[in-house]
């Protein structure tokens, strides 16, 4: 049996609303509105790719090595990884299509190791690929065959724990809407582990997200329609890394909450803090304008249907909270820190907040980031993403974080 704290999560009927009770071991309510350290950047570094190296970006995410300083980029175009310095210097690549070990079919996350080795997931977790810090192949594991499931669904393993992966099931927009069936609004992350003799045990889930209202389904009177995700949904999130699993909630919270609860693979709670935000309502002229927005390419593209009648649909099948969601996204830093993505903005800017995970007394930052700049992980002094150029090509992108007022 997982050992149990003071908060943990560890039972395997525990919905996540019991993560509200966890983060709420002290006032539920939290502060009105608390104070932030509001936080800028600057450019310092961009590079793109090197075609005379055979290295092409067309799609790249990176991650920030947080033990040696390097900049790893992921493209699912030539399905390579790729080491670069800050500066843009290519240190070395690894990688390529194939089913062979150190090859990739579909390579997603990265994660790093103490000595500088680092890890790829690959095919939603099936393999996973390790490598030194030179990048010299060290394994390809078979984590799974697809065959590994949890309430009758297929798990997608998203990051290695120590005797096992850590995971939850794969669903899809007809699950979640119900179609021929009850609608999925939870699903379980789970810790999938083998026996001392390899043989595989059943799936333990250690926590539950709620996931209702994702989805999107806009119907039109002839019953076609449109399936896509919601705008405002405030539907839970989790985020993965070794051993370790971050939950994001927001449902069922006063209006501008946001929870974060790390889960280690055993089931305990070992941190949690509360971001109070400013409470923004969902107002009626705020779904209008988005209303508007939707119409500027549905209508072209729906012409068969006059604009009221996709309005119509439009307001129909839309989540609508009382209150716009008071994040939209997290990121798990190499800085050891949270970033919540949220649709708030400054002028030309948008506004994150970052935590450090383990903390729960210091002031929360308030980071400022130009609007086209989507964060894909950040160090102590920089965050990184991707700028496209006016040619439309992808440019790594390191923007130096200073404090306002510097």
């Known amino acids: 049996m997982p050992k149990r704290t003071s908060c943990a999560l560890s039972t395997p009927t525990a919905l996540l609303s019991l993560l509200l009770l966890c983060a709420a071991c002290e006032d539920p309510s939290g502060p009105a509105h608390e104070a932030f350290a509001t936080w800028l950047t600057e450019a310092d570094y961009e590079f793109g790719d090197a075609p005379e190296q ?66 790829v997931r690959d095919d939603f977790g099936i ?11 060290v394994e390809t594991v078979l984590a799974q065959d697809g065959t590994l499931e949890h ?44 026996s001392e003799v390899g043989q595989r045990r059943a799936p333990e889930p250690l926590f539950w997200l709620d996931i209702a209202d994702r989805i999107q389904n806009t119907r039109f009177p002839d019953g076609t329609g449109l399936i896509g995700g919601q705008p405002f949904t405030d539907a839970d999130q989790a985020r993965f890394l070794p051993g370790t699993a971050v939950a994001m909630r927001m449902r069922g919270l006063p209006p501008g909450t946001v929870d974060l609860i790390e889960v280690n693979a055993e089931g305990d709670t070992v941190w949690q803090r509360r971001l109070q935000l400013e409470p923004r309502p969902l107002t009626r002229d705020f779904l209008d304008a988005w209303m508007d927005e ?61 935590v450090r995970r383990g903390d729960t007394d210091s002031t929360p930052r308030r980071i400022l980031l130009p609007e086209w700049l989507e964060i894909e992980d950040a160090t102590d002094t920089h965050v990184w993403g991707v700028r496209r150029d006016e040619m439309d090509l992808p440019r790594v992108t390191g923007r130096r974080l200073v404090p306002a007022g510097s």
């Open 54 to 119: 055979e290295v092409f970006f067309t799609v790249p995410f990176l991650r920030a090595d947080p033990y040696r300083g390097r900049i790893l980029v992921r493209d699912r175009g030539d399905k390579q990884i790729s080491a670069w310095t800050p500066d843009g210097s290519l240190l070395f690549v690894v990688g390529g299509d194939g089913e062979g070990p150190g090859e990739f079919t579909s390579p997603s996350r990265i994660y790093f190791a103490p000595d500088g080795g680092f890890s």
């Open 294 to 354: 939707q119409l500027e390419w549905m209508a072209p593209a729906l012409s068969e249907w006059p604009e009221d009648v996709i309005r119509e649909a439009l307001n129909a099948s839309v989540h609508k909270p009382e209150h716009l969601p008071a994040a939209t996204g997290l990121v798990l830093t190499a800085s050891g820190e949270v970033w919540v993505r949220t649709d708030e903005a400054e002028d030309t800017l948008r506004v994150h907040y970052a």
């Open 151 to 194: 309430d009758g669904l297929m798990l997608t393993l998203e990051a290695p724990a120590a005797d096992g992966y850590l995971g939850f099931p794969l669903t899809w927009a007809a699950l979640e809407l119900g179609d021929g069936g009850d609608p999925v609004e939870r699903i379980a992350v789970v810790h999938a582990t083998r």
């Open 127 to 137: 393999r996973f690929t390790r490598y030194t810090a030179d990048g010299e192949l």
